[in-house]
Nanobody, 124 residues
């Protein structure tokens, strides 16, 4: 079992920045691939970014490439999502998730554990 707790969401103006954190407890954090997803009202949950467990490889959705950065600190059992140049369309509940099995990191159904989510609101 892995427990995930997100923090760092809030209200920010367009062009601003936020850093989300996701603290993990339970099983060995380094054994999991970690992802960030988001869900806006009336929309499906969508992939944002992911970090592989064995190396520094990262993946991003096209819509956030160049603006968002995922990083992980295995010593602190924490994964981060640094967001800059935020846009109103980034408004959503952001979730972190942990994945231990196979399959693409971009598909939410491949993740085993989820946090409760943190709200990010970007005003125009």
């Amino acid at each position: 079992q892995v427990q995930l707790v997100e923090s760092g969401g809030g209200l920010v103006q367009a062009g601003g920045s936020l850093r989300l954190s996701c603290a993990a407890s339970g099983q060995t954090f380094r054994n999991y691939e970690m992802g960030w997803f988001r869900q806006a009202p009336g929309k499906e949950r969508e992939f944002v970014a992911a970090s592989r467990r064995g190396d520094t490889t990262t993946y991003y959705a096209d819509s956030v490439q160049g603006r968002f950065t995922i990083s992980r600190d295995n010593a602190k059992n924490t994964v981060y999502l640094q967001m800059i140049n935020l846009k109103p369309e980034d408004t959503a509940v952001y979730y972190c998730a942990a994945k231990s099995g196979g399959g693409t990191l971009r598909w939410p159904n491949n993740y085993n554990y989820w946090g409760q989510g943190t709200q990010v609101t970007v005003s125009a």
